[in-house]
């Protein structure tokens, strides 16, 4: 067990990094990879020397399949006695849902169904149970989770401190063989208690022998023993790299905390697992924990910035693959350009499993890492974060791509940041240009009402990350902007009140995807650490009006509403089957909700049979 009295002993965070200098450890450079909380072009450490072509060889999937349970029906399928809510045109509620082959064939009642030609369907008796369209998870980031699929989770949602996180790692470190690297991922000072930074002392306490290695949950910072340090080659005369530098104690000596890709890069890479590392069978791993979790169809929100083109590798092996139960739709990051246009790639190509559907431009930093782009200074420091994009190039980029006929999502936290992308919107449709397709904000946190009123009159639609509410509310309200500007975070209820399309969104690795999970923050605007506290009442949202952001809006934001959103005939047979009516329970108990059944295209794809 870790000493308590360690924690003492530790510099704090900010003595050791000054928030200007972590500022510019993960400033953007030309050139790198997308800079947002949840892009690091640490994840390309991880598979620095993969081997691709074995990655990507089909027998690896088919090895990888054998053990999903997915049920594929030889007849029509009738689901009776249910409570359907169908989140078509008039919200119509019906009990039965008929499904053949991959579609919709029919919805209503008993009669309705029994009125259909189909003597050999087979009936499910749902007991009441309620349906709804497959979950969408509008906003996440596919191979980083892929990557990090096998890594342990030593996060705030697993261990509430630091020493809990650091035990694990040692239970970790006792099984491990010679040269095993301990890995862990998630590790966030600002939700964990402990000590703010894992130095090489503290990670030498977990081993001497064997590689210790910890990413920050930002994916901006890592920590790492010496063991790590000395496989790495890295010392007391290593240079720094002045936008990703190692952190050094009084003595000029590397202290094992790695900030920025660059130098996170050079210890990880030596990590052997990275080499035999297959995307496509974490990838699929993925899928199966977001139909778990009732997910049908899911966006990346910055292909390309783990591995380049190459990750279309990894997505066409996945389109191939009867256990690609999830539908992926992917936005291309910014931060290839050239490479994607040399690529040839087209807003629009793919199939129904697997199609690029947006361009995806990345404006500011984060809000609780200070980047985010403010309006005014925040809380207790005079500086106001960084535009990742200035403004006058974000509206010549918006153009060009709008021109070149890409949809776009483009990510602003700050106040300041969406001021920015509102202009470079507002100028393009003064062109004639994004008329016809749904125009997103991504995170859209902090919103004034003056955004509001712009966002409704142009017709944008933003997707939100509840989780600043819910994990992060409380820094948020007192260290971050204070109680008048936090109340601005996520405002659903503001939005739904101009009749303004809005998501919610997970950003996984940020937080982990679970629609009902995020249902039940936007409703309750609860906070993790003060729970009895709703941050902006006001904003609390419908239950109805949360599972319509998970369903229909959704599909509409990842331009997959002809096909999937809604429980319509013609439409893919995309379903979820809870245990409850999220309207019926105590809101507290949204997020607890079980799935029993999740159905993509017409097969089972997750049964939840204990239940
Ligand atoms: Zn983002
Ligand atoms: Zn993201």
Known sequence: MFRENEKEVI???HELAKPAHALKAHAPKHGDTAPCTCCSPAFSALVHDANWDEMTDPVAWRKAGESRDVFTPASTVIFANAKVITMDDNSSEVSCIAIKGDRILAVGDREDMDALDEPDAEIIDCEGRTILPGFIEPHFHFLPCSTMEAVENIGPFRFETVHGALDRLLELAESAGPDEWIMGRQFDPSLQEGPDLLTRQLLDQVSTSNPVFVYNASMHFAYCNSKALEIAGVTKDTPDNPNSPYFRDDNGEPNG?????????S?????????????VANSLEVVKRANSLGITLFTDQATGMTRGVRELDVYNTLAESPEMTARLRYSLSYGIQEKWDNYGISCGDGNEVVRCTSWKIVSDGSNQGFSGLQREPYLYRDDKGLPYVEPDVLKDMVIDRAEKGWA???????????????DAYEQAFDRGLLTNTPCRIEHCSILHDDHIDRIA?????????IGHVYYWGQAMRDKVFGHAKACLLDRTAACEEKGIRWTLHSDEPVTEMGPLRCVENAVTRKMWKEPDTILAPEECISVESALRSITRDAAWQCHSDHEVGTIEPGKFADLVVLEADPRAVDPDEIGNIQVLETWMGGRRVFS???S
């Open 11 to 13: 510099p704090e965070f």
């Open 457 to 465: 009159k142009m017709g944008l639609s933003p997707s939100f990350l």
């Open 608 to 610: 939840n049979q204990s």
């Open 267 to 279: 210890v990880a890479k030596h990590n052997p697992a990275g080499k035999t590392l297959d995307l």
């Open 257 to 265: 905390v790695l900030a920025g890709g660059i130098a996170i890069a």
């Open 408 to 422: 776009l999502a483009i990510h602003a936290n700050g106040d300041q940041a969406i001021d920015n992308v509102l």
